[in-house]
């Protein structure tokens, strides 16, 4: 297939790297002209704006920061659907709102081009090895059309519903993953006071009911207090207040979400928007005034 790619940063880079390992041909797009480098000996076409990814492909896949974004690159000046031809189906795999999702859909349609939103959970492991969690919404057959790709990306590929219901899922995962990584940076935090081995901690609890991912990847990240970036805070800061954002105008109270959501605030407001999440530990310990273990 002719595949456009827009956005080619930690996540986009490894999920089009297998498209064309897959045999199919791409066009790309990206804001930074350094995220084209891997390509440039590739069977790939660099294009200069968004709009000539679409005349030059059928499918494109989307992979961006945030709501405004993929406004910008979908509908904006020499935007996707400035160009794209009916029939076309828009792939955005960014996480933003599940309510602006809807709005950006309904735009397409008018020019008869389909959309799923297909936000995605595992981090840049996940997208390295293909394994990631893919969440979609859209019309069930452009979804059917389009598995064989997801396939290709991740190993967890769920149609959840209509165009939101993606989104929507993926801020359900990130409400339990920050409460969660919270919950294991407070366990290690009271681990500490007691001068208790943190990694005896982490081995006892994986072996039962409090198991879980977070405790095995972030729980060993905050033992090693290495924070290299899986997923940088700054962009979990930025999910969370559209899960917040979303909730408010749904009316919906979320106590824990909106304490969690604070823990990134205070990490992204003293620099550390470049860590990995499971630096909430720093913070956390700080608060506590715990020396180093």
Not at 41 to 59: F, G, K, Q, R, Y
Not at 113 to 119: F, G, R, S, T, V
Not at 257 to 286: F, H, M, P, R
């Amino acid at each position: 297939m002719k595949i456009g790619y827009i956005g080619l940063g930690l996540m986009g880079r490894p999920c089009a790297m297998h498209l064309l390992d897959a045999g199919h041909q791409l066009t790309l797009y990206a804001r930074r002209q350094s995220t084209l480098l891997p390509f440039e000996s590739t069977n790939s076409t660099l294009c200069m704006t968004p709009a000539d990814v679409a005349a030059e492909t059928e499918i494109v896949f989307v992979n961006v920061s945030d709501t405004p974004d993929v406004e910008q690159v979908v509908l904006g000046k020499d935007g996707i659907i400035d160009a794209a031809r009916p029939g076309s189906i828009v792939i955005d795999m960014s996480t933003i709102s599940p309510l602006k999702t809807g709005e950006i859909a309904a735009q397409l349609k008018l020019r008869d081009i389909h959309m799923l939103d297909a936000p995605v959970s595992g981090g840049t492991t996940g997208a390295k090895s293909a394994t990631l969690s893919i969440m979609v919404g859209g019309d069930k057959p452009v979804f059917e059309r389009i598995l064989p790709l997801f396939e290709l990306m991740g190993s967890n590929i769920v149609h959840i519903g209509g165009n939101g219901a993606g989104q929507l899922a993926k801020a359900c995962n990130q409400i339990i993953i920050t409460q969660t990584i919270t919950a294991v940076a407070e366990a290690f935090c009271l681990a500490d006071a007691m001068s208790i081995d943190k990694s005896k901690i982490r081995e006892a609890l994986l072996g039962g009911f409090a198991n879980s991912r977070i405790l095995e990847q972030h729980g060993q990240n905050m033992i090693d207090e290495d924070y290299t970036p899986g997923f940088k805070a700054g962009l979990h800061h930025k999910d969370m207040a559209m899960v917040l954002q979303t909730a408010g105008v749904l009316g919906i109270a979320l106590p824990g979400t909106a304490i969690s959501a604070q823990w990134l605030n205070v990490l992204v407001g003293q620099g550390d928007a470049e860590l990995d999440s499971s630096a909430l530990y720093k913070v956390i310990k700080k608060l506590n005034s715990i020396k180093k273990q």
